[in-house]
C-alpha cells in the first residue's frame, strides 16, 4: 500500500483515540540494539508531554511500532504526533548511530477507534505481540512496552 494510500480519508478527531502502526525502513530490526529500543522508548514520553497526547498501549518490537493513542488537546493532530514520534526518534538515533540515513518508513497506518471498540482488548493485542513472534515466553521479560489497560 502507499503512502498516498495511507493518507486517504485520515481525518483527526478531537479527542479521538487511534491505533496506529509503523515501520523502520525496510523493516531493518534496527530495535534489537538495546540501547537504540531505549532512545525510541524515552521518546514516547517526551511525545506525550510536548503534545499533551496519551500512548495508551504501546509495544516497540525489532523492525516497527504498534501504539493505541488518545488525542487530548485541541489542536494536536495524528498526523503532528505520530510525524513527530517517528522524526524526533529517527533524528537522536542517527545521533546515537553516527549516521543520517532514512530510519523509518515515510507512512503509517491508523484506525480510529469507535465507542464500541474494546480498548482493552486492543491493548493486549499490542501487548502480545513479542509472544506471538517468539521473542519471550512471558511479556514481563519483555522491556519495550506499556499500557493504562494492563
Not at 20 to 41: E, R
Request: hydrophobic share 35%; net charge positive; charged share 20%.
Amino acid at each position: 500500500m502507499s503512502w498516498s494510500d495511507l493518507r486517504k480519508g485520515r481525518y483527526t478527531q478531537e479527542h479521538g483515540e487511534y491505533f496506529v502502526t509503523f515501520n523502520t525502513y525496510n523493516k531493518i530490526p534496527h530495535f534489537t540494539d538495546f540501547n537504540l529500543a531505549c532512545v525510541f522508548s524515552q521518546q514516547i514520553n517526551i511525545n506525550e508531554a510536548k503534545y499533551s497526547c496519551t500512548w495508551m498501549s504501546w509495544v516497540l518490537m525489532p523492525d516497527h511500532f504498534h501504539g493505541l493513542l488518545r488525542l487530548n488537546i485541541k489542536g494536536s493532530t495524528l498526523p503532528r504526533i505520530v510525524g513527530a514520534l517517528k522524526g524526533n526518534s529517527s533524528f537522536i538515533i542517527n545521533k546515537e548511530r553516527g549516521q543520517k540515513e532514512r530510519f523509518r518508513q515515510p507512512s503509517f497506518y491508523d484506525h480510529a477507534l469507535r465507542v464500541d471498540d474494546n480498548r482493552k482488548k486492543l491493548a493486549r493485542y499490542i501487548i502480545a505481540n513479542p509472544l506471538r513472534k517468539g521473542l519471550v515466553n512471558n511479556i514481563g521479560d519483555y522491556p519495550f512496552w506499556n499500557s493504562i489497560y494492563l
